[in-house]
């Protein structure tokens, strides 16, 4: 049988696809010939085997997906390819925390046993989601090569497999996702952003810290009332629209530790333990119960660990993290203890320590 006959033959999978939707994932990463083989398919709408008196007509509709920056530089797609296209469609990240906690939700592979066991507040999905929308905007992140929702995914189940530890350590039946197991998150962090030359002289590991408080400061406004608000207020001596000065809400917890009493809240600490700690400090409880009266009491602890992460974010408290704890106190006692670091990004005045 010798070549010219008609046996030989072989339709390919596109021919076969007739009447279908193909698509074709990540269209640069096509060679070029490759590429120009489609012209004739997209223009005529059928396909013609050289040397052979065949002609046959194709009702395919192609679907293709192509990456508009790649920072591999892997390929790109030919010019006249990209003309016989009839319609671009450009997408775009989640514009709301609405939307992005939805894409979470659907896409985090989560095991039940590990849903019926770890309790995930909506407080804390919402500072994940944040990241994602606080990497975007920084200027330590490549913006060409974005960041997709793949981080917020994978944060999310190392929040679960964090938390679920903890309780193996334990032997609890049951627990939560505290912000301090949010320390597990990191890795998640560091693997899906591409960070510019700025950001690699930072470090990945201070950059993704730097935006999960980015992350806590952006998200605490939301449930308590905003410190710098206050803090202006006091400053200019303007009465609130009530039309009375606003008592400093976070006062008697910032005296606590200017008192200087001081909490360590180990990351592997029970839930029992977590919450003996954050009793101790003067008025947090009494803030909380307040501003949520309907919360039981982990997610009142939950809060409560949160007012000292937003503190801290705000430069009214002092937060260092040690190894496997996270030691809160009062800031002028930080800054005095030399041999020390602690977390320094917003400016100093005397009012602060007011």
């Known amino acids: ?3 010219a006959d008609e046996r030989v033959l072989h339709y390919g999978i596109i021919p076969r696809s007739n009447r279908c939707i193909f698509v074709i994932d990540e269209l640069p ?3 070029a010939r490759i590429q120009v083989a489609l012209f004739n398919i997209l223009q005529e709408g059928d396909i013609q085997i050289r040397g052979f008196k065949l002609r046959l007509p194709l009702d395919i509709l192609f679907v293709f997906t192509a990456n508009p920056e790649d920072y591999t530089n892997r390929g790109s797609i030919v010019t006249p390819l990209k003309d016989r296209i009839e319609s671009q469609i450009l997408t775009h990240y989640p514009r709301s925390i609405e939307t992005a906690l939805a894409i979470t939700e659907q896409e985090a592979a989560i095991l039940p046993q590990q849903a019926e066991k770890v309790a995930v507040s909506d407080l804390v999905k919402r ?4 990241i994602s929308f606080e990497a975007r905007s920084s200027e330590f992140v490549d913006k060409k090569s974005g960041v997709s929702a793949r981080l917020t995914i994978s944060a999310l189940e190392n929040a679960y497999s964090t938390a679920e530890r903890r309780a193996i350590i334990h032997n609890e039946p049951a627990t939560q ?7 597990g998150i990191i890795p998640s962090i560091t693997g899906k952003i591409e960070l510019v030359y700025e950001g690699e002289q930072e470090g990945p590991y201070q950059v993704a810290v730097n935006l999960l408080e980015k992350s806590m400061r952006s998200l605490f406004v939301q449930y308590f009332p905003n410190p710098d608000a206050l ?11 009530q039309g009375k000065e606003e008592e400093n809400p976070y006062k008697a917890i910032v005296n606590w530790f200017d008192a200087g009493n001081k909490i360590d809240l180990l990351v592997d600490a029970s839930d029992r333990e977590k919450m003996n700690q954050l009793y101790q400090v003067s008025g947090l409880h009494a803030l909380v119960t307040k501003m949520f009266s309907r919360s039981n009491e ?8 949160f007012v000292l992460h937003g503190l801290a974010s705000y430069s009214l408290i002092s937060k260092k993290t040690l190894d496997g704890k996270i030691e809160f106190k009062d800031l ?20 602060d320590f007011n």
């Not at 982990?298 to 660990?305: G, N, Q, S, Y």
């Open 29 to 31: 990463d096509l060679q």
């Open 298 to 305: 982990m997610e009142t602890a939950l809060l409560m660990e």
């Open 177 to 183: 996702v505290w912000i301090s197991d949010l320390i």
């Open 127 to 130: 500072l994940i989601e944040q």
């Open 1 to 3: 049988m010798s070549f």
């Open 332 to 351: 002028m006692g930080s800054m005095l203890n030399f041999g020390g670091n602690f977390d320094d990004n917003e400016d100093l005045s005397e009012e």
């Open 231 to 241: 803090k202006k207020r006091r400053i200019t001596g303007k009465p609130s629209q």
